[in-house]
Nanobody
Framework: QVQLVESGGGLVQAGGSLRLSCAAS????????MGWFRQAPGKEREFVAG????????YYADSVEGRFTISRDNAKNTVYLQMNSLKFEDTAVYYC???????????????WGQGTQVTVSS
């Protein structure tokens, strides 16, 4: 079993940057692919980015491609989401999640964190 705890959210002006972290418990972190999702009020949870077990492969939603970077440090059991050039529409609760099979659908992910709020002021 994996427990995930996100941190790093906050309030930032449009054009600014934030780095989210997701710390995982357990010794099996490197056996899971990881993803970041977000959910804005009144909207469905959507895929933001995913990274393979090794960290060598990463995938992004079109809406964040070129602005966000996902990475992981298996020695620290942590996955990161560097968010640059933030836009008002990036405002949402951001969740990290773990999966055996890297995918963009939320129901493919087995473990979820509690989420961290990101608010971008325009």
């Amino acid at each position: 079993q994996v427990q995930l705890v996100e941190s790093g959210g906050g309030l930032v002006q449009a054009g600014g940057s934030l780095r989210l972290s997701c710390a995982a418990s357990g010794r099996t972190f490197s056996s899971y692919a990881m993803g970041w999702f977000r959910q804005a009020p009144g909207k469905e949870r959507e895929f933001v980015a995913g990274v393979s077990r090794s960290g060598r492969s990463a995938y992004y939603a079109d809406s964040v491609e070129g602005r966000f970077t996902i990475s992981r440090d298996n020695a620290k059991n942590t996955v990161y989401l560097q968010m640059n050039s933030l836009k008002f529409e990036d405002t949402a609760v951001y969740y990290c999640a773990a999966t055996n099979l890297l995918a963009s659908m939320p129901n493919s992910y087995e473990y979820w964190g509690q989420g961290t709020q990101v608010t971008v002021s325009s």
